[in-house]
């Protein structure tokens, strides 16, 4: 699906949220990626596939989490 010289992450990778952004929408909290997959502003994600993936990443430091 992506035609870009260097190709962005396939749907299936976990990095596939660094894709190249095709269509935005903030107004409606979402983007569409050129891999297919949607990423929504609260960090979910709907694949390719209908697959959902929840929150993903944590934004806490290391030392923060093992407390």
């Known amino acids: 699906m992506c035609h870009h010289s260097m ?10 949220d ?3 952004v095709v269509s935005s929408h ?9 891999n297919g997959v949607v990423l ?3 960090d979910g994600e709907l694949l390719p596939d209908g ?3 929840r ?3 944590t934004w806490l430091t ?6």
């Open 55 to 57: 929150h993903h990443h």
């Open 40 to 42: 929504f502003d609260d």
């Open 26 to 34: 903030p107004e409606q909290g979402w983007s569409l990626l050129c």
């Open 7 to 16: 190709p962005c992450p396939d749907a299936a990778n976990d990095a596939r």
């Open 62 to 67: 290391p030392e923060l989490v093992s407390r």
């Open 51 to 53: 697959s959902v993936v």
């Open 18 to 20: 660094l894709a190249a």
